[in-house]
């Protein structure tokens, strides 16, 4: 007879942050990255180019700056959540991608909002600039999760796991006097 102890014990935690990286949430995540990187790519190829062309020198000089912050980030987020699809869909092993996402920088691609000439842009790319800060906040803190997670199953045994084995040792083997009936 097989007791509930054993039968329903996990070896190891169970990995949230893998779970949230193969979830309907990444996937979302996935098409929302994907989708702003072409939006950004239309408006600045279109609408931001004319837009531009009107712009005082200081609001000129904030928009090729910001427009090229916009675009590193995003590729840079771009190449994370390919990254991470890779992994996800088997592509890819978590080591091969963790050397890769050496090269990512998700953190240091940071926007001067409200610095000199960004009330003069044009309102579209402060709000593309706005949501690709959102965006990068979002995968930044899905990246961290992963991250502590992998470095969390090196870390030691799953304590509940531990309580159950201290529990099965002293009540579910060997009968006597402390066996649960």
Request: no cysteine; aromatic share 6%; proline share 3%.
């Amino acid at each position: 007879m097989t007791d509930w102890f054993s039968s329903t014990r996990r070896e190891g935690p169970i990995d949230f942050a893998d779970r949230l990286a193969n979830s309907d949430m990444f996937q979302a995540l996935f098409r929302d990255g994907m989708a702003l990187v072409e939006e950004t790519a239309a408006y600045l190829d279109g609408d931001g180019r004319v837009e531009s062309k009107s712009l005082p020198r200081a609001a000129s000089l904030a928009y090729a700056t910001e427009s090229m912050r916009l675009t590193t980030r995003l590729m840079q987020m771009a190449s994370w959540l390919l990254l991470q699809r890779a992994v996800n869909e088997g592509e890819m092993s978590s080591e091969q991608a963790g050397s890769e996402k050496n090269k990512v920088r998700l953190d240091t691609l940071s926007s001067t909002r409200g610095g000199p000439g960004w009330q003069d842009l044009p309102e579209q790319l402060r709000d593309l600039i706005e949501r690709s800060v959102r965006l990068q906040e979002r995968i930044v803190h899905l990246d961290r999760m992963i991250h502590e997670s992998k470095q969390g199953e090196v870390r030691a045994e799953n304590p509940v796991a531990a309580q159950l084995n201290v529990l099965t040792a002293a009540f579910g083997a060997g009968g006597g006097a402390g066996r649960l009936r």
